[in-house]
């Protein structure tokens, strides 16, 4: 019997047919690859213009060991927004769920991530942990307890990767350009919410979003999440159950932007978009997916990611309310 919030973990026939499982990954890469270079690569992270809009991968694995990998699925991007879902899972094992979420809400924003709106005017609890404001605030809590070095350890135990490191780079033009997020986490000080010092709070985020990850990495992210918090090849449990039923439902509510609801109603699996072009997804199997393509659409996903994400969803009946 599965236990609380183990719906992912539960088998998936239609994987047994390998050869069919191979053709779905290839027809979503091809759908992937033709629309990748639709979008248009961030810039306002000086930085990540550098990127080519053409490039795309995908890399897919579940809990026996199977795998496969498309495209630029090796080639390394910062993190970016998917580190959010770190955020949480260490702020759910250290200050647990009650106090977590005294800090956040659980509630799609309805604007973009970096908005400092609602925090101004709606309400000074960032409305979830998957926009800037909310992750901000979290890492607030967590920088007076676990230091980068900790995190990074964490990061690459979570993704499976344990060449996972600090894109220098990346984290320069985050500090140089990121006004946009100092001006957040002083208001949430302004607000009398903040929980550490603002610089080092910031310091932190920036570290976190400029982890340098590949699709691979995403993959086994995705993977550790839908096998329940467990490392399927070591078996040693990472996240506790009860914290990734949290993490797949605001993943699920709140992990892609302003196209969450669509993603879950054409998707319907629990996943996290980074304005670096991953996209980490966790689905039934229990499979992890993770997706590359730096050309983002106009809600900042990656927009061959989304594509091919449906794709296999349709094509697996990946769709969580597709099955029981
Ligand atoms: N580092 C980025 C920022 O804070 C992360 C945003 C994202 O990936 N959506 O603006």
Same mark, same amino acid.
């Given at each position: 019997?599965?236990?609380?919030?183990?719906?992912?973990?539960?088998?998936?026939?239609?994987?047994?047919? =390998?050869?069919?499982?191979?053709?779905?990954? =290839?027809e /979503?890469?091809?759908?992937?690859?033709?629309? /990748?270079?639709?979008?248009?690569?961030?810039?306002?992270?000086?930085?990540?213009?550098?990127?080519?809009?053409?490039?795309?991968?995908?890399?897919?694995?579940?809990?026996?060991?199977?795998s496969?990998?498309?495209?630029?699925?090796l080639?390394?991007?910062?993190?970016?927004?998917?580190?959010k879902?770190?955020?949480?899972?260490?702020?759910?094992?250290?200050?647990?769920?009650?106090?977590?979420?005294?800090?956040?809400m659980?509630?799609?924003?309805?604007?973009?991530?970096?908005s400092?709106?609602?925090?101004?005017?709606?309400?000074?609890?960032?409305?979830?942990?998957?926009?800037n404001?909310?992750?901000?605030?979290?890492?607030?809590?967590?920088?007076?307890?676990?230091?980068?070095?900790?995190?990074?350890?964490?990061? =690459?135990?979570?993704?499976?990767?344990?060449?996972?490191?600090?894109?220098?780079?990346?984290y320069?033009?985050?500090?140089?350009?990121?006004?946009?997020?100092?001006?957040?986490?002083?208001?949430?000080?302004?607000?009398?919410v903040?929980?550490?010092?603002?610089e080092?709070?910031?310091?932190?985020?920036? =570290?976190?979003?400029?982890l340098s990850?590949n699709?691979?990495?995403?993959a086994?992210?995705?993977?550790?999440?839908?096998?329940?918090?467990?490392?399927?090849?070591t078996?040693?449990?990472?996240?506790?159950?009860e914290?990734?039923?949290?993490?797949?439902?605001?993943?699920?509510?709140?992990?892609?932007?302003?196209?969450?609801?669509?993603?879950?109603?054409?998707?319907?699996?629990?996943?996290?978009?980074?304005?670096?072009?991953?996209?980490?997804?966790?689905?039934?199997?229990?499979?992890?997916?993770?997706?590359?393509?730096?050309?983002?659409?106009?809600?900042?996903?990656?927009s061959?990611?989304?594509?091919a994400?449906?794709?296999i969803?349709?094509?697996?009946?990946?769709?969580?309310?597709?099955?029981?």
């Amino acid at each position: 019997m599965p236990g609380k919030g183990a719906w992912l973990s539960m088998k998936n026939e239609l994987l047994t047919d =390998r050869a069919f499982v191979e053709r779905v990954f =290839r027809e /979503a890469y091809e759908i992937g690859l033709s629309s /990748a270079s639709r979008g248009t690569v961030a810039s306002y992270i000086p930085e990540l213009k550098k990127a080519d809009p053409k490039a795309f991968g995908m890399y897919m694995m579940t809990d026996d060991g199977y795998s496969l990998a498309f495209g630029d699925c090796l080639e390394r991007f910062s993190i970016q927004s998917v580190c959010k879902v770190i955020i949480l899972a260490e702020s759910l094992k250290l200050f647990g769920f009650k106090e977590t979420f005294s800090h956040v809400m659980m509630e799609p924003s309805g604007d973009s991530f970096n908005s400092i709106l609602k925090l101004d005017l709606a309400s000074s609890r960032p409305y979830n942990p998957m926009i800037n404001a909310g992750a901000i605030e979290l890492v607030s809590l967590l920088v007076n307890k676990v230091g980068y070095d900790e995190l990074l350890d964490e990061t =690459r135990a979570l993704c499976m990767d344990p060449a996972i490191d600090l894109d220098e780079s990346v984290y320069h033009s985050e500090f140089e350009t990121g006004d946009r997020n100092r001006a957040i986490a002083y208001l949430l000080k302004s607000k009398g919410v903040l929980m550490g010092d603002p610089e080092k709070t910031l310091d932190l985020y920036f =570290r976190m979003c400029s982890l340098s990850v590949n699709a691979k990495s995403l993959a086994g992210l995705g993977l550790v999440i839908a096998n329940n918090g467990v490392d399927p090849f070591t078996g040693e449990r990472l996240i506790k159950e009860e914290d990734v039923r949290t993490l797949k439902i605001i993943m699920f509510t709140c992990g892609m932007y302003d196209y969450s609801g669509k993603f879950g109603m054409n998707a319907g699996v629990p996943g996290k978009s980074g304005v670096g072009g991953g996209i980490v997804c966790a689905a039934r199997g229990p499979m992890g997916i993770g997706f590359y393509g730096p050309a983002l659409d106009a809600f900042g996903n990656s927009s061959g990611g989304v594509k091919a994400m449906v794709h296999i969803s349709e094509k697996l009946r990946l769709h969580v309310f597709d099955y029981n």
